[in-house]
Nanobody, 118 residues
Framework: QVQPVESGGGLVQAGGSLTLSCVVSGSISSRNVMGWYRQAPGNQRELVATITSGGTKNYADSGKGRFTISRDNAKNTVYLQMNSLKPEDTAVYYC????????????WGQGTQVTVSS
């Protein structure tokens, strides 16, 4: 069973930084996409950033220039460095792994809370 486990959330002031980590355990195919999504109260879950096993990155407009996604394939770990945080970045951040045929296998972590105070 593939299980992503997030860490690194917390409370930070506006303008501050946080780094989220997600360790993925279980049988992971070499070809996969790891990513971060977030969900604020009353909102739908939305994409933050993804990175393929080959290193191709994709960012939502909201995080471009402020967030950096990276991964360590040897450790099955994906990171999200968040700088210049804003109160509107407050949300539960979820780690996601997609793999398999057409990336149809989809695994989610439990989420980690990020709160940005103004």
């Amino acid at each position: 069973q593939v299980q992503p486990v997030e860490s690194g959330g917390g409370l930070v002031q506006a303008g501050g930084s946080l780094t989220l980590s997600c360790v993925v355990s279980g049988s992971i195919s070499s070809r996969n996409v790891m990513g971060w999504y977030r969900q604020a109260p009353g909102n739908q879950r939305e994409l933050v950033a993804t990175i393929t096993s080959g290193g191709t990155k994709n960012y939502a407009d909201s995080g471009k220039g402020r967030f950096t996604i990276s991964r360590d394939n040897a450790k099955n770990t994906v990171y999200l460095q968040m700088n210049s945080l804003k109160p509107e970045d407050t949300a539960v951040y979820y780690c996601n792994v997609k793999m398999g045929l057409l990336y149809s296998s989809n695994y989610w972590g439990q989420g980690t809370q990020v709160t940005v105070s103004s």
